[in-house]
């Protein structure tokens, strides 16, 4: 395992702390919770998208996107996915190539925030590609959503049980954005085919991060 997993992402981010970047963190737009596309209309269109126009997504969609997978409702405690005991244990990354207003890098969403925070410099579209059995709708995409599971927030209650709970959630997590992606013209295509630890290795993920999934993400 790389020593450099081995930071405390905690402290990383601190907001207390100096930053590394002149503007590290970046506060996104408000969420809509109103638009003319039904519940019934997104779910008869949603389809598994490999090709993309190459557009930049604009950073409002982005905000969108992030909200949908992770984002607080409107009581500021639940998520817009569901989650065993209110434990939450999956973190969101957006690794941007192609996104308005934005340099390349990774980032990480911050639910309680509505923002997302860098922890990367640097486009990563290829290296994900090559240990994702180099499918090319990965280096092709605007973005890449890369989901994330801290095993142990949730195993604290519920044992072993709890891996089978955070799993159950990604499913959830991933569906809102293919859902609210066709809602915004915006193709994705869930990637499960990679190898975990250069996954990790490649985004610096703390030691106690799991990658389980990745959604590149595109305009049609």
């Not at 503007?23 to 969420?31: F, R, V, Y």
């Not at 308005?100 to 990367?120: F, Q």
């Not at 994900?128 to 499918?135: A, D, E, H, M, P």
Request: proline share 6%; hydrophobic share 40%; net charge negative.
């Amino acid at each position: 395992m790389s020593g450099d997993r081995q930071k405390d992402r905690n402290d990383q981010l601190d907001p207390g702390a100096d930053p590394v970047d002149p503007s590290p963190e970046i506060e996104l737009p408000e969420p809509t919770i109103q638009s003319g596309f039904s519940i019934e209309q997104t779910l008869s269109e949603r389809r598994s998208l490999r090709s993309y126009s190459g557009e930049a997504l604009s950073l409002s969609d982005v905000s969108q996107l992030m909200w949908a997978a992770q984002g607080l409702t409107l009581d500021n405690f639940f998520r817009t996915a569901p989650s065993a005991g209110a434990l939450y244990p999956l973190e969101v990354y957006l690794v941007v190539g192609n996104v308005d207003g934005m340099n390349a890098g990774v980032y990480r969403y911050v639910p309680s925030r509505h923002s997302i925070v860098k922890v990367l410099d640097g486009d990563k579209r290829d290296d994900l590609c090559r240990v994702s059995l180099s499918q090319p709708q990965i280096r092709d995409a605007a973005a890449v959503v890369v989901i994330t599971a801290v095993y142990s927030r949730i195993m604290v209650k519920y044992g072993n049980r709890g891996v089978r709970y955070a799993h159950i959630e990604v499913g959830c997590a991933a569906e809102n954005i293919y859902l609210q992606g066709m809602s915004l013209g915006i193709g994705t295509c869930a990637v499960g085919a990679f190898e975990d630890e250069k996954v990790a290795a490649i985004l610096d993920l703390p030691v106690d991060e799991e990658p389980l999934l990745l959604l590149p993400l595109g305009y049609m």
